[in-house]
């Protein structure tokens, strides 16, 4: 669906500025799309994420490492909007979200996206619409006007020129993880956990692809459990389409998710995901690729299991691999998206006040 007149579209990002995930994908991803469909895209965030945003999408930097209640962060993000009068304001998470909700009538409609489940969502109690990114999300939000987006990604065509991204070792089972070097990511476990499988994994190498403040922790753990020669934490990269079409295996050791982008990605390239019961992998994993818990044993568990009939996880997957390809992809995204958008314009209430 595509409007027959463009919209003025305002996505707000808040995240300050020291780290790039799925959240931040995600808008770059989705303001790239509502670009290329005619509409007229702006983002607000902060001055070291211009560069992560394609040219046709309009970046206004602000101060968003301040705090959310910051008086002078509130008032220059006003004063941007209301020189942009967009008919959208889209926040990004629940920061974003309570920005966003004191902005009044300074957009036609606001609406804000759930990236993960939170002790509390209130931020988003003064926005005409919510959307979440997975059905357990959704499941969690009271807000009468809710709307399930799942998180879409693009991949890249294979080729026949050399790779260019990341390698991986030659000659072994290659098992990858991806994501934030945080303790939400529950890699010290996950590292933990390929230390008590030992002799199991006979040619197994696991590689961890990522940046964060647990570096140097995950380095000292992979050094005291002797696990030099098979584990490698390689760092950050924005492409992991070479990594996915090679590896034999993805694990999510995650404490708690919104929608991993790691998922949907190892789906589209087609690698099996074994993952700890969070939302995202709850929702469109067979059980037998979840693991019972989140401690070490039950990773132990689930990767021995995985890793003795890695054809039987592949065929068990088919519909999961099916389905991202029908409905995980940027476009299915930005199409369901602006037909919100559309309809929230069209059905848009006459006060912003609280719905509750």
Known sequence: MITSQPLTIALLLATPGTTWGGMEQHTADLAGALAERGHNVHVFGHRTYRDKFPAAVDFHPIPVQLGRRNLWLQLMFRRRLRELSPDVLHAQGNKAAQLAGKTGKLARVRLGTVHGIKSSHKAFDRLDYVIAVSPQILIALRHPEKHLIYNGVKTQPQNDRPETGPRLPEGV??????????????????????????????????????????????????????????VTLAGFSRNLASVYRKASLTVISSEREGFPYVLVESLLYGCPVVSTPVSGPRDLLPDSSLSAGHQVQDLVDLISR???????????????MAFAHETLTVNAMAEQTEALYVKAIRERPVTHKPWR
């Open 306 to 320: 995985a890793l003795a009939n890695l054809e039987a996880l592949r065929h068990s997957q088919q519909s999961a």
């Open 173 to 230: 089972t290659n098992v990858i993880a991806a994501g934030r070097l945080e303790p939400v990511k529950g890699f010290e476990t996950l590292i933990r956990a390929w230390a008590k499988l030992g002799t199991f994994l006979g040619n197994a190498h696991l590689t961890i692809f990522g940046e964060g403040t647990q570096r140097p922790h995950l380095e000292r753990l992979i050094q005291q459990s002797g696990l030099e020669n098979s």
